[in-house]
């Protein structure tokens, strides 16, 4: 016997079956006669004209649906009351069917998607309707957000009671998404001249931490990360960062860090949303820039880079004597011209963030000084999902997985659907 061959043809001889009886069960009768209007949106009324009938895709296979059909003979608007009831208003998709999809969409490339339906369900399914299904739904996520994001900013959220947090991180990051031509017109490459192809997301991660191990080195809570990003301005990245630290209990917090790279935007947001917590730029990315200049300066010259190296980034920078790194900078001379701009630039970005770089007093309170979490957020959350090869995203594409990935990761996807079950 072929057990495979014998399983699956079982598999599917019950879904046939199955689906046979659940469009009995969606044979909707005719309304009795005094029920054959309805309020319309317009506020005239909406009468019934016939039963109609739809396929529904279902997690049996293919099914129908027959219910009544009313329609407004003011607005000519027609309604299907039965679907809202059924979670099928405006789709040919069932509700079990569309959770698959966003759930095989959030992790993989939509054809790939469209393989796992066919093997796992016995769905057969096109690969655009993943797409469309999944990003329809993260688009719900997205829209659910933007709602939290407007109640937060207005303080119209509930309090939320719960344990303290002894220490609270929200780290930053940008990571370019490829993109579709239209999406970066008129904007500018990184290099010169050359059109950008890519679109930055700004991406957000909050975790916790309460201890350290015996070196005194901050260990992170096992699974406190949650992540929330898309592309759109620092502005309103700035209240997504805030809403999740939000939930994530910083106003509870004992202690609180901010955490990127040296980027501007980053900081300011720091300032707008989060004053009063201790603000550390990235160690990793704080010695690149001396990396950086130690190459341009000593150009081939490995060994003189090693020892500017050990005196500017042993010495100054990792003991947090800043402006002893600063003044040391400031004092090179060099005649040619792109260097001395060079060794301008990375003094003032000393300069700016010296507050940020104490790290022997930040590794004294046994905090985190290096932004690994969010780079690895970077790598998880957008480039494994958004930047394979061949992929090229619109704006409103990409934050809608951007947006169905992170309530997936963030274990909150139940919650989500239940939600909008709920209304
Ligand atoms: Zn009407």
Same mark, same amino acid.
């Given at each position: ?22 469009? #009995? ?33 279902? *997690? ?69 309707? *993943? ?5 329809? =739904? ?6 659910? /957000? ?49 059109? &950008? ?17 015996? #070196? ?12 929330? $990003? ?13 809403? /999740? ?16 790279? $040296? ?16 603000? =550390? ?61 060079? =060794?301008?630039?990375? &003094? ?32 998880? *959350? ?42």
């Amino acid at each position: 016997m072929d057990l495979e061959a014998v399983e699956n043809a079982l598999r599917t001889a019950l879904h046939q079956a199955g689906a046979a009886g659940l469009s #009995e069960l969606l044979q909707y009768e005719a309304p009795a006669p005094q029920q054959r209007q309805l309020p319309c949106s317009c506020g005239h009324y909406a009468q019934y004209q016939a039963l109609r009938s739809k396929p529904v895709l279902t *997690v049996l296979g293919p099914a129908r649906v027959s219910r009544p059909y009313y329609l407004c003979s003011q607005c000519h608007h027609g309604q299907f009351p039965a679907d809202a009831e059924l979670d099928v208003e405006d789709t040919e998709v069932s509700p079990g069917v569309r959770r698959m999809m966003a759930m095989v969409g959030a992790t993989d490339p939509f054809d790939q998607g469209r393989q796992q339906l066919q093997v796992l369900a016995g769905l057969e399914v096109t690969t655009k309707a *993943v797409e469309r299904t999944a990003e329809a =739904i993260g688009e719900s996520v997205a829209a659910r /957000e933007r709602e939290q994001i407007r109640r937060a900013m207005q303080l119209d959220l509930p309090i939320v009671v719960g344990e303290p947090v002894p220490i609270l991180y929200v780290q930053m990051d940008g990571t370019g998404v490829p993109v579709v031509k239209k999406e970066t017109v008129g904007r500018k490459g990184k290099t010169d001249g050359q059109p &950008a192809h890519t679109r930055e997301v700004k991406l957000g991660c909050v975790f916790t931490q309460t201890g350290w191990d015996q #070196e005194g080195y901050a260990i992170r809570d096992a699974d406190s990360t949650t992540y929330t $990003g898309a592309i759109e301005t620092a502005e309103e990245f700035g209240k997504r960062i805030y809403l /999740e630290a939000w939930k994530r209990g910083w106003s509870r917090a004992h202690k609180k860090v901010v955490m990127g790279d $040296g980027a501007e935007w980053i900081w300011n947001l720091a300032h707008q949303h989060f004053p009063g917590a201790v603000e =550390i730029v990235d160690l990793y990315h704080a010695r690149q820039h001396l990396w950086d200049l130690a190459r341009k300066l000593y150009p081939n010259d490995h060994l003189a880079q090693k020892a500017w190296m050990k005196l500017h980034q042993k010495r100054l920078l990792d003991k947090g004597k800043i402006e002893k790194l600063v003044l040391s900078l400031r004092s090179i001379q060099s005649t040619h011209t792109e260097i001395s701009e060079k =060794i301008r630039t990375e &003094a003032d970005y000393f300069d700016t963030n010296a507050e940020r770089m104490r790290y022997p007093q930040f590794r004294r309170q046994h905090l985190f000084v290096g932004s690994g979490v969010i780079e690895a957020g970077c790598k998880t *959350v957008i480039g494994s999902r958004l930047k394979q090869s061949g992929m090229f995203w619109t704006v409103r594409g990409a934050n809608s997985i951007i947006a169905l990935r992170s309530c997936h990761l963030n274990a909150r996807f139940e919650d989500y659907w239940e939600a909008r079950r709920a209304g």
